[in-house]
T-cell receptor, first 112, second 115 residues
């Protein structure tokens, strides 16, 4: 059974700060890791994916993956109030890739 | 930009009634999914569908649930006899199945309320 764990928060950061969101997973066979953003009442929106150890940067977002520690994180630089949302970590297995599992999400609030 | 569309956006039904939730996945996508999210809880996998058959399903997806791709564009989720605990937001998703990374694109969801 794959489990994905996230700190539910809420995480509050001031505008312009770095927000750090963390996720751990239990299935060592997991191959692909995703960060989705979900605004209240809306559907999840893919913002980053990573499948190799190390860092992956896309604009203000950096995903970090450490498969040995079964840990994936998302950094948001220069946080904006529009970044306020729930961030969902999702984990997939290349060998069983039809049931992507989501964490419960971390609620982020960026205060102006 | 192509998107997954779901109808209706809201569905209210009486306990024990059948409901059908409809989805039109992105046109060149091959894999289709249903997820649900009970208010305040995590997004939960229900079922995946590929090549006109279920490829995987979760323990939530019991005999009351079924999926169908009746034509080349629609993908439906049927709940045969709804229960109060089926009240949730139901998300359809699709992916292209290309490459090593499955990127899911979600529809805007159907909010199901069972009274």
């Amino acid at each position: 059974q794959k489990e994905v764990e996230q700190n539910s928060g809420p995480l509050s950061v001031p505008e312009g700060a770095i927000a750090s969101l963390n996720c751990t997973y239990s299935d060592r066979g997991s191959q692909s890791f995703f960060w989705y953003r979900q605004y209240s009442g809306k559907s999840p929106e893919l913002i980053m994916f990573i499948y190799s150890n190390g860092d992956k940067e896309d604009g203000r977002f950096t995903a970090q993956l450490n498969k040995a520690s079964q840990y994936v994180s998302l950094l948001i630089r220069d946080s904006q109030p529009s970044d306020s949302a729930t961030y969902l970590c999702a984990v997939d297995s290349l060998y069983n890739n039809n049931d992507m599992r989501f964490g419960a999400g971390t609620r982020l609030t960026v205060k102006p | 930009e192509p998107e997954v569309t779901q109808t209706p956006s809201h569905q209210v039904t009486q306990m024990g009634q059948e409901v059908i939730l409809r989805c039109v996945p992105i046109s060149n996508h091959l894999y289709f999914y249903w997820y649900r999210q009970i208010l305040g809880q995590k997004v939960e996998f229900l079922v995946s569908f590929y090549n006109n058959e279920i490829s995987e399903k979760s323990e939530i997806f019991d005999d009351q649930f079924s999926v169908e791709r009746p034509d080349g564009s629609n993908f439906t989720l049927k709940i045969r006899s709804t229960k109060l605990e089926d009240s949730a937001m139901y998300f359809c998703a699709s992916s292209s199945g290309q490459g090593a990374v499955e990127k899911l694109f979600f529809g805007s969801g159907t909010q199901l309320s069972v009274l």
